[in-house]
């Protein structure tokens, strides 16, 4: 059994009141894990010089038509991923249709294109997330081919040098390095310890940190935008960062937060 769905599992036995998103979540993982384990690896026709030269100017290395995307597969995810939320009340009957909908619609290779070029889709409810899981495994698949020919440790920016996306989880290295962690294609890189990842304030005093009682997950809360990012602390933890887990893991540490901005 894949380590993340034991985790997940796990927490569901030992945490009641949340065996239902881990359960949400083990069946978003399986659904996507069909498709990534049949993907072909792509081809990056731009060389290593040139991939070096564009993360020296800040620029990410993914380009959208680079991403080799099975279209009928990923139609396949859009419809499977809509009805998984569906089955955990994640969306409503309407909701459902209406992801189905953009599923099946000619016009679905550009609206990706434009979500992954970071224009929003506040028309279909739950869209974004659904477009996330369903475009993950090639760009993760994609993502890995490029980290086998640059490296991201100068990189230090806010968003992914892979493809742009913002951070959505963050880890805490042995020597107390900070990786962020894509929430699109889960790469990782080094950042600040203490600057927001999110609008780049890096005044301490305006940041607020809270962690679990064991130390093991850690949040960093901005203050001047109000954004938080959550993060597994490695000199403390029992094993590594499991992306797909560790965001359920921690729910009761995004309530807490919660409660605190209120």
Known sequence: MPRDIAELKALAERQPELASAAELQISLIETVRRVQGRLTTPWIESSTET??????????????DQILFEWNDVRLLIRQIADILRRYDAVDADGVVALHN??????????????????PS?????????LVWAARPYLQRTAEVLQQRVNFDGWRRRTCPACAAEPDFAVITATGERLLVCGRCLVRWPFAATDCPYCGNSDRSRIT??????????????????????ALDGRKSPRPLL??????????????????LR
């Open 122 to 130: 506040p028309d279909v409810e739950m869209l974004d997330e659904v």
């Open 243 to 260: 992306p797909y887990a560790d965001p359920i893991v921690t729910l009761p540490l995004d309530a807490a937060v919660m409660r605190r």
């Open 51 to 64: 991939l070096v030269a564009r993360l020296a100017k800040g620029q990410s290395l993914l380009e959208f």
């Open 209 to 230: 940190s809270m962690a679990t009682a064991d130390g093991i997950y850690r949040v960093a809360i901005c203050n001047p935008c109000g954004r938080y990012i959550k």
């Open 102 to 119: 953009v599923g099946r619609a000619a016009d679905l290779p550009e609206r990706m294109r434009a979500w992954f070029n970071g224009t």
